[in-house]
Structures are given as structure tokens and as C-alpha cells.
């Protein structure tokens, strides 16, 4: 069960309509467990796609004068 975030009533995961007062429930998103952590390592065949693992996409130079 989930909660509506309209009347805050418990609705069925699959709703898509609250039998409660009627608003249009939001999608669910992927479950947390399956969703990569933050810090967590790519497996070796994956490439880093974060940006701290690909440099962060900033580039520096050091200038001697």
C-alpha cells in the first residue's frame, strides 16, 4: 500500500486514481534497491558515468610563469 499524496489515504501500489477523493496518483518510481547507490562502485564490464568518476567535467591547466 502507498499513501495519496492529495488526501493521504492508503491506496493500492497499481492505482492510478485515488478511490478516496479522486486525484490522479503520480507514477511509481523504481524501487530504491534497484537503483545504483551513491558511492558504489561500477561493475568491471561498466564504464563511471558520475561526474566525480569522469573528472567532474571540469578541466584545469597550470601556467608557470
Not at 501500489?13 to 486525484?23: L, R, V, Y
Not at 563511471?48 to 568518476?53: L, V
Request: charged share 30%; with cysteine.
Amino acid at each position: 500500500m502507498r499513501k495519496c499524496p492529495f488526501c493521504a489515504e492508503q491506496v493500492k501500489p497499481e492505482a492510478t486514481i485515488c478511490k478516496h477523493c479522486g486525484s490522479k496518483l503520480p507514477p511509481i518510481y523504481e524501487r530504491i534497491r534497484d537503483r545504483p547507490q551513491i558511492g558504489s562502485r561500477p561493475k568491471a564490464n561498466q564504464k563511471p558515468t558520475t561526474e566525480a568518476a569522469t573528472g567532474g567535467g571540469r578541466k584545469s591547466k597550470a601556467v608557470t610563469v
